[in-house]
């Protein structure tokens, strides 16, 4: 779609307002709207000005005037605003120098497609993440000087067998770990996600599934067909948004937080993967599990530097009450064909050379998808440069393992602040072709030492007073 079409579809459904969004440094979605009569051809190359000190992790009070780029081909209609809304995602761009932001999340993603063009290994870098969600009824939480409290509640979770409800209840909740795939009526939550999925397909996202995931209390999954690194991030976005409203059109919330709930899956986003030059798939081939050298190289890349990665793919201080052993939770960094234990997995669903991937296991949805993509084909394009070899595969089930043995398994960081450590040791991969700069791997790792993992480790958590208010 160009700018032209863009007008051209503002008149044709007689828009009322245009929204113009952008991503955040952490990965959130931020907005503003214009009247349609603003919204000029001219536009979409001089931008529009705001304010990018108010934006987090962005710019000083000093030298806060940004411009958004409205990106035409991104245009989609906003299907939960009461009037005719058009949504444009943007691009940023300073406008002194009038060059794109460093700290844009979506522009470190299309320098890393850039990178990876002039690099000559490749053309295309496909990805698609398998994003789970939990559906909940209630959630409140708070967090003071004096006190902290968390609760949640879904219709189908387990601990509300023995509750009275209003017509009585029908006693059809899933036990952990057993709601991969019952039907209706234990899955109650068909019927939203087939909405959510309609909503999808309309916003022009092609869907290949949607299914309730293996945990109690309203666990989900919506796949998308995969498509090229910065498309597939913007996509990422329009799913969380349209997901999250779609809910709360019927009452409830849905989180992408890893691990909301104790004792059951925590919540991940499986990165399925390839690279491609002249329309062949470059991880196709005759070695194991039918990939190729160059497949088995980028396996390699991804293994050697995945704690650093984990630092943007797994980037909260709960994405690691998810990468713990147990919950096919992929702590081991390993590659197996479909072993689901290990942390990459080179799915045989086809033999088709065109199916040909690998899965990386370790993301999670909390995690910025531009960042988490760029993070992922930087390391597979520095372990197909230097041919890292990833080692023997591990097809065996690795929590079966004797402990000698498991003990020669790499492990993925135990925290954030581990990963975060990991990438201030290993991060010459990513400043190759200038995709990040100093400046943001700085930012970014200053942000998390100082407002998530100092915040979490300083204040006192509820179960200690369980484990110790008597001592």
Known sequence: MTPKDVLTLIREKEVKAVDLRFVDFPGTWQHFSIPPDQLEEATFEDGLGFDGSSIRGWQAINESDMLVIPQADTAFLDPFCRET???LICSIQDPLTRQDYSRDPRNVAKKAVNYMKASGVADTAYFGPELEFFVFDDVRFDATQN???YFLDSGEGIWNSGRQEAGGNLGNKIRPKEGY???????????????????????????????????TAGQCEIDMRFSPLVEMADK????KYIVKNTAKKHGKTVTFMPKPLFGDNGTGMHVHTSLWKGGVNLFAGSGYAGLSETGLYAIGGLLKHAP???????????????????????????YSRRNRSASIRIPMYSANPKAKRIEFRCPDPSS????????????MLDGIKN??????PLDKDIYDLEPEELAKVPKTPGSLEEAINALEKDHEFLLQGDVFTKDVLETW??????????????RPHPYEFYLYYDV
């Open 368 to 379: 910025n998808p531009y960042f988490t993509f760029s993070v992922m084909l930087l390391a």
């Open 445 to 458: 790792i200053e942000m998390k030492r100082k407002k998530e993992i100092d915040a979490v480790r300083l």
């Open 236 to 239: 990422v976005m329009k799913y």
């Open 308 to 334: 650093a990665i984990c630092a943007f793919s797994n980037p909260t201080t709960n994405s690691y009450k998810r990468l713990v052993p147990g919950f096919e939770a992929p702590v081991n960094l390993a």
């Open 387 to 392: 041919k890292i070899k990833p080692g023997e």
């Open 147 to 149: 006190s902290a409290y």
């Open 85 to 87: 809304t058009l949504n």
């Open 181 to 215: 795939f019952p039907v209706p009526p234990q899955d109650t939550l068909q019927d939203l996600r087939t909405e959510m999925m309609l909503n999808l397909i309309a916003a022009g996202i092609t869907i290949e599934a949607q299914h309730h995931e293996v945990a």
